[in-house]
Nanobody, 122 residues
């Protein structure tokens, strides 16, 4: 399964952007989906996750209150709305499908998208 991340690009600090993760070939009712970020020189971290039910959402402290993960209405993609962007949000963003219904650590995610670059300038 190949997820397809899109969106991002170059944005100014304080502005907003949205990422999208297309999820072909399976139902969001069956799997958790997460967004990960790898900042330059740092390890990849999970920044947000949504469970199969769509009701439970998790955020890293660094993005809590600024980012929102959601299913698109057609349930064929998962979005990440990113507001009040900071330079520290710069990095490559990946979406990934969980091996099951719940949100866990990175090892619990087995199918990944190719990554999309977000660069925040001040």
């Amino acid at each position: 399964v190949q997820l397809q991340a899109s969106g991002g690009g170059l944005v100014q600090a304080g502005e907003s952007t949205r990422l999208s993760c297309a999820v072909p070939g399976f139902s969001l009712d069956d799997y958790a989906i997460a967004w990960f970020r790898q900042a330059p020189g740092e390890e990849r971290e999970r920044i947000s996750c949504i469970t199969n039910s769509g009701r439970k959402k998790y955020y890293a402290d660094s993005v809590e209150g600024r980012f929102t993960i959601f299913w698109d209405d057609d349930k064929k993609s998962v979005g990440l709305q990113m507001n009040s962007l900071q330079r520290e949000d710069t990095g490559v963003y990946y979406c990934a499908r969980g091996t099951g219904r719940f949100c866990g650590p990175e090892k619990d995610f087995g199918s990944w998208g190719q990554g999309t670059q977000v660069t925040v300038s001040s």
